[in-house]
């Protein structure tokens, strides 16, 4: 009996994988990218690929350049989103929505600035008068999945499940329908873009393809649908994120911080092009941090010709011109 189990073990190992799909939704396939055929690594390549660019003649107003800021309100979900409930990490969250979200409003309200929110759904219902106050102060409300749950670990069904129950939340509480979203860590599956198609958004910002706004194809077929790209440069968490059980410290100092999204920022400028800012409330809402964005905004706003806008402002403007 033993025996037998053994071998059928050893014979089960031999067993040659069953060939993956064209398009796995997931990240991994399963067997070894250098025994694929040409058309299944050109199908993954060619699946979500940026098209043309959408970088205006000119932006807003003659303006020489544009900011588009952005706040990931994960708050408890980068606890959650792991299964966890643990008190003491969720805590760390919860400083997001208690302290983080208002002194980053009263900071924005200062300047005169609108920026834009992405929002879980389930912080949506955890935090609904944050979501209300965040919409009445001017600024955007966009999506940013359920529960901050890594998209490419779903079937094609739950995640469709999880972006309508997302989108339904948001209208519900912020008082009008999303018209972008950002994926969860930016974790952009193989079946999301057919998804936003589907919910009618106008734009993304999840994918890093390049530094100015373009047209996302699916499958080399052109969408409409606005990418504003990201990088985890022009994000706070990688420097400044926080997780005593894994191997996540915060590695920069605020000032080391600043100079790399100056330099981002000033690039843009002689460009003449876009400058995305990812930041998390309950990471750069704390006082030795929120200090280098009020030093970052106070430099750019004292440079003529910046038109500070949020990403839905910038998504239309750059569809009706470009
Ligand atoms: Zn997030």
Redesign the pocket.
């Known amino acids: 009996m033993r025996r037998r189990s053994s071998a059928s073990a050893i014979a089960s190992k031999r067993a040659p994988a069953p060939p993956a799909p064209l398009h796995a939704t997931g990240n991994g396939a399963g067997d070894p990218a250098w025994a694929w055929e040409e058309r299944r690594w050109r199908g993954a390549v060619n699946k979500v690929r940026a098209g043309r660019s959408l970088k205006p003649a000119r932006w807003k107003n003659g303006a020489r350049m544009c900011v588009a800021l952005s706040f990931?309100s994960?708050h408890e979900t980068?606890t959650l989103r792991e299964g966890s409930t643990s008190p003491g990490r969720l805590a760390q969250g919860e400083y997001g929505a208690r302290v983080g979200v208002p002194r980053i409003l009263e900071l924005l309200r200062r300047h005169d600035l609108r920026a834009s929110f992405?929002v879980p759904g389930v912080v949506a219902k955890l935090h609904p008068d944050e979501q209300r106050r965040v919409v009445a102060e001017g600024h955007e409300v966009a999506m940013?999945g359920w529960i901050?749950e890594g998209t490419s670990e779903l079937t094609e069904g739950v995640e469709r499940d999880l972006m309508r129950r997302a989108f339904d939340t948001l209208a519900k509480i912020a008082g009008r329908p999303p018209v972008g979203v950002r994926v969860?860590?930016w974790d952009f599956s193989a079946t999301t873009l057919p998804l936003i198609r589907e919910l009618g958004l106008l734009y993304d910002s999840s994918l890093m393809a390049d530094d100015e706004p373009y047209e996302l194809l699916d499958d080399g077929v052109a969408t409409g649908i606005v990418e504003l790209p990201v990088e985890w440069i022009k994000d706070d968490a990688p420097y400044l994120g926080m997780n005593r059980a894994t191997a996540i410290r915060p590695y920069t100092a605020p000032s080391a911080v600043l100079e790399i999204f100056r330099a981002e920022f000033e690039g843009a400028l002689a460009e003449g092009g876009l400058f995305v800012l990812t930041m998390?409330p309950h990471i750069i809402g704390h006082r030795s941090r929120i200090a280098i964005l009020e030093e970052l905004i106070r430099y750019m706003k004292g440079i003529p010709g910046v038109w500070f806008a949020t990403h839905a402002e910038v998504a239309r403007y750059c569809k009706a011109t470009a």
């Open positions: 990931d994960d980068s992405f940013h901050h969860p860590s998390h």
